[in-house]
């Protein structure tokens, strides 16, 4: 979960391009930043602890000198973060530097017979085997790049993306199950774990396959494939707004993409998405399972609730990490929908993989459409809710759930209402929810500063809602929170409450609303303080969050919205940076 690029080009010197590059990709990993930069045959290293901005400000990256570069962010998984561990790691005659983004499964065998062989490491990370490596096979082949990276490629094993710069002025990469893309331009070529590293500068793209090695030398790109064969990969125009991520007049991305719902939950419904195949698919199909991670999960949990209850579909909804456990009944006639906003998470792409294997048919809803799990699937609908920078997933959750509403309306003949009348409605009900942000900033105001625990209580289909409200507060404010089922209450969590908690509770006025009550009276009775969402005012809410009267199975889309900005306001509270939680990463491309 690291962000690597490769800079080759006229446009202006690598410096300063590859700092705006991984500004751009800093989503992926922000625990230290590093670039390499070929200058009169020498290879300059520049690398430090902190986000991009902070390092560049410090060691001024953007200065060093030279056309042609390699540059990095780390999301640290081998080696603490430090200095030395940051990214781009020298070979021991430092005539080879090397970024990489993964994890090298075997570098400890590889790392014992590098030192056998003289070699001297200096960091802690699995990735410095591959600089060692790459300058032990490029002496062995007489100084041969394609010859060193594909050696390096068959020794190494793991999930990896790699790029090298090489003091001859050659740069090449290879990839095994992590993404690395070319960009092309007249006057650049670019090696990228994502499109942002290079859109500013062009939109054309070649998604490298599986087991490709890529070398740039003299303004040209060739590509081999695992048999060592030069392949032609096929160029991809790439959308341009997928690289417009402004912030426009907000603090921070994560209350400016929470502010835009409003407008881009109607976006998979302008372009042409493919609902109806989606939903031929699910009609033949045997068996139904949905898969995801973190959000991309609990929007898969409502997504259960609502093909039972309205389209009377049975389906099984597990966790992607979890997914490889319970795929023993997955067969040629069952189908996957995998959910993902990047489309690039590890534990989704393995499930989907073995899903595959055992010839299933893949359905996916997934924000990026060039993404590795639209690639890989049979049919995608995309969330088309433009770039979510901010690590917590806000629009994206609201569109995956939009997405699955539709499903849901389709194969259920209109059994839910959801046609654009109705989601027209739902769109000012959101608009009047966000209007609510400065009440909301009030009432967190007016909780003391160091709450310890939250919990949030739902039932049926709001209790997907309470997993995701707590996941958010987690993620942003660092506060322990636990989405419960209220029902389960008395079967123990009700022992952690006392006048010290804090309790939100889903409750519209719907089937769910008496039960919900009664729980609330249990948690009151303990001395807690309540905060009620819902409709219906009740006097067991010490703050009340009115929504506004709807059919009830909308509930979802309208009261996660209020717990997003909450989540927002209890990590401003804390002074801490919602856009980049610490030990997190946008994109979690490892397993
Ligand atoms: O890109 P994906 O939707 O596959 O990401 C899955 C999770 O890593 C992601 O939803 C994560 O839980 C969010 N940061 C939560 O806000």
């Not at 939903?279 to 033949?284: G, P, S, T």
């Not at 759930?401 to 009900?429: G, P």
């Not at 089922?485 to 804090?502: F, R, W």
């Not at 889903?506 to 001395?527: A, W």
């Amino acid at each position: 979960m690291c962000s690597i690029i490769g800079y080759s080009g006229q446009l202006t010197l690598a410096a300063p391009l590859l700092v705006e590059s991984l500004k751009k990709m800093e989503y992926r990993g922000y625990d230290s930043v590093g670039i390499a930069t070929l200058n009169k045959g020498n290879i300059l290293v520049s690398k430090g602890v902190g986000k991009v901005a902070e390092v560049d400000q410090q060691l001024h990256l953007n200065e060093l000198p030279g056309e042609i570069g390699i540059g990095h962010t780390r999301w640290a998984t081998h080696g603490g973060v430090t200095d030395k561990n940051a990214h781009p790691h020298y070979s021991c005659s430092a005539n080879i530097a090397v970024v990489h983004n993964g994890i090298i499964e075997n570098y400890q065998e590889l790392k014992v017979e590098l030192e056998n062989d003289g070699h001297i490491f200096k960091s802690q990370t699995d990735s410095e085997v591959i600089a060692h490596l790459l300058e032990l096979n490029y002496e062995k082949s007489n100084f041969n790049v394609r010859e060193t990276m594909t050696r390096t490629f068959e020794r190494i094993r793991g999930s990896f993306a790699f790029v090298a710069v090489f003091s001859n002025g050659t740069i090449a990469g290879a990839r095994y199950d992590e993404p690395l893309i070319i960009g092309i331009s007249s006057d650049a070529l670019f090696l990228s774990s994502d499109v942002l590293g290079f859109l500013k500068h062009t939109d054309q793209a070649i998604f490298l396959d599986n087991g490709d090695i890529v070398i740039v030398e003299n303004k040209q790109y060739t590509i081999f494939d695992n048999q060592q064969t030069i392949v032609n990969r096929p160029v991809t125009q790439v959308a341009w707004e997928l690289g417009s991520s402004e912030k426009g007049k907000f603090a921070h991305y994560t209350i400016k993409e929470i502010h835009e719902q409003s407008e881009t939950m109607l976006k998979p419904f302008v372009t042409s998405n493919n609902f109806e195949l989606f939903c031929k698919y699910l009609n033949d199909a045997s068996n139904i399972y949905i898969t995801g991670s973190g959000t991309s999960y609990n929007s898969g949990l409502l997504g259960k609730l609502l093909l039972s209850k309205f389209a009377k579909k049975k389906s099984e909804v597990y966790m992607s990490s979890e997914f490889q456990y319970f795929s023993d009944t997955v067969e040629p006639l069952s189908v996957v929908i995998a959910i993902s906003q990047s489309g690039e998470t590890a534990d989704v792409l393995h499930s989907v993989k073995r899903a595959k294997e055992k010839g299933a048919k893949i359905l996916s809803i997934v924000n990026i459409p060039t993404s590795s799990l639209a690639r890989m699937s049979d049919c995608y609908i995309s969330l088309d809710c433009g770039p979510e920078i901010g690590v917590a997933a806000t629009k994206s959750f609201l569109n995956q759930l939009m997405i699955l509403y539709n499903i849901v309306c389709i194969l259920s003949n209109n059994n839910i209402k959801f046609d654009s009348k109705e989601r027209k409605k739902l769109q000012a009900m959101i608009q009047t929810v966000l209007n609510l942000d400065n009440k909301i900033k009030t009432l967190i105001n007016s909780l003391h500063h160091d709450l310890k625990d939250i919990y949030i209580l739902g039932r049926s289909i709001h209790y997907p809602i309470a997993l995701e409200g707590s996941l958010k507060i987690k993620e942003l404010a660092y506060i322990h929170a636990e989405g419960i089922a209220a029902g389960e209450l008395k079967h123990g969590p009700l022992a952690l409450i006392d006048k010290e908690s804090v309790v939100i509770v889903l409750n519209p006025n719907d089937e769910t609303y008496q039960d919900v009550v009664s729980s609330t009276n249990e948690i009151k009775s303990r001395g807690a303080f309540i905060i009620g969402i819902s409709d219906l005012h009740n006097d067991l809410y010490d703050i009340f969050i009115e929504l506004p009267k709807t059919d009830s199975y909308l509930y979802p889309l309208i009261e996660i919205i209020p717990l997003q900005i909450m989540s927002y306001y209890l990590a401003i509270q804390k002074q801490l940076d919602p856009d980049y939680p610490r030990n997190l990463a946008k994109s979690v491309t490892v397993k």
